[in-house]
Nanobody
Framework: QVQLVESGGGLVQTGGSLRLSCVVS????????MNWYRQAPGKQRELVAR???????NYAGSVKGRFTISRDNAKNTVYLQMNSLEPEDTAVYYC????????WGQGTQVTVSS
């Protein structure tokens, strides 16, 4: 069964840090780029970070310098280290592969209090 399971979210104060994880099961992981997305209330889902199969990373301007995406192909897992969190980072965070997206997981809620 193909599945994306995100975890690691929570409630933090402004300036805090969280590390999100996304485990991919039921399909090949290492041959796809992986993306992290987020969706805030009332807004569209947006791309936050991307990592290619070779490890090249790209970030949305709003998170560049604060977030770091990484992957562990042996564990079929992609991570998102989030530092210097701001209230504007509050959202549900999702991962997915690129291309050929999989069914979306449940996401993990990140709430940053001011």
């Amino acid at each position: 069964q193909v599945q994306l399971v995100e975890s690691g979210g929570g409630l933090v104060q402004t300036g805090g840090s969280l590390r999100l994880s996304c485990v991919v099961s039921g399909t090949i992981f290492s041959i796809y780029a992986m993306n992290w997305y987020r969706q805030a209330p009332g807004k569209q889902r947006e791309l936050v970070a991307r990592i290619t199969i070779g490890g090249t990373t790209n970030y949305a301007g709003s998170v560049k310098g604060r977030f770091t995406i990484s992957r562990d192909n042996a564990k079929n897992t992609v991570y998102l280290q989030m530092n210097s969190l701001e209230p504007e980072d509050t959202a549900v965070y999702y991962c997915n592969r690129d291309p050929n997206k999989l069914p979306w997981g449940q996401g993990t809620q990140v709430t940053v209090s001011s």
